[in-house]
T-cell receptor, first 116, second 113 residues
Framework: GAVVSQHPSWVICKSGTSVKIECRSL??????MFWYRQFPKQSLMLMAT?????????EQGVEKDKFLINHASLTLSTLTVTSAHPEDSSFYIC????????????FGSGTQLSVL | GQNIDQPTEMTATEGAIVQINCTYQTSGFNGLFWYQQHAGEAPTFLSYNVLDGLEEKGRFSSFLSRSKGYSYLLLKELQMKDSASYLC??????????????FGAGTQVVVTP
């Protein structure tokens, strides 16, 4: 199946710093990628839809200036958590849309962010 | 908006069958997906329904009734490795995008010996 690589798998940072998370589709082109956030034992919460070559579409309540998304190529989307605070600590997962019958989503392995 | 409801937890014994129900309310329905997620890992795709009826894939089957806003995932011949969270996800068309996925809270399935 299609592979989506997400890096890093985990990161610990100090409060006030910025963290960049990369999401790559390794064997297919993804015009659309999605970024989710997941708290322990809770559902995936869609944060934003990342469209190649255009601005991301953010869900209600998600701060655009806080969570910067860049989808500069058909295989790479990045999420930057700016001026991170402890409440930003969470599991972040990206997914990429594979066009075709069923149009499946394939997920990255996730990034556990811990802000001290 | 859309609401997706599924039970929080289900327990079953090895070799048994478990059915996980999912009800949803959405506008612009464009497909229902089931994912399996082990703790600390990303979800993996299990099944997809866009038309009414049953889709069977090995030990897993998924059913959809669009008129009722209802789906279920059936897990047969349960194995210990099936212990995981099962997420129901609904895709809906929006005016400005291909489709937006929204996930249910997940059903934690516990398989006991």
């Amino acid at each position: 199946g299609a592979v989506v690589s997400q890096h890093p798998s985990w990161v610990i940072c100090k409060s006030g710093t910025s963290v960049k998370i990369e999401c790559r589709s390794l064997d297919f082109q993804a015009t659309t990628m999605f970024w989710y956030r997941q708290f322990p034992k809770q559902s995936l919460m869609l944060m934003a839809t990342s469209n190649e070559g255009s601005k991301a579409t953010y869900e209600q309540g998600v701060e655009k200036d806080k969570f910067l998304i860049n989808h500069a190529s058909l295989t790479l989307s990045t999420l930057t958590v700016t001026s991170a605070h402890p409440e930003d600590s969470s599991f972040y997962i990206c997914s990429a849309r594979l066009q075709g019958p069923g149009e499946k989503l394939f997920f990255g392995s996730g990034t556990q962010l811990s802000v001290l | 908006g859309q609401n997706i409801d599924q039970p929080t937890e289900m327990t079953a014994t090895e070799g048994a069958i478990v059915q996980i129900n999912c009800t949803y309310q959405t506008s612009g329905f464009n497909g229902l997906f089931w994912y399996q997620q082990h703790a600390g890992e990303a979800p993996t795709f299990l099944s997809y329904n866009v038309l009414d009826g049953l889709e069977e894939k090995g030990r897993f089957s998924s059913f959809l009734s669009r008129s009722k806003g209802y789906s279920y995932l059936l897990l047969k011949e349960l194995q210990m490795k099936d212990s995981a969270s099962y997420l129901c996800a609904v895709r809906s068309r929006t005016t400005d995008s291909w489709g937006k996925f929204q996930f249910g809270a997940g059903t934690q399935v516990v398989v006991t010996p």
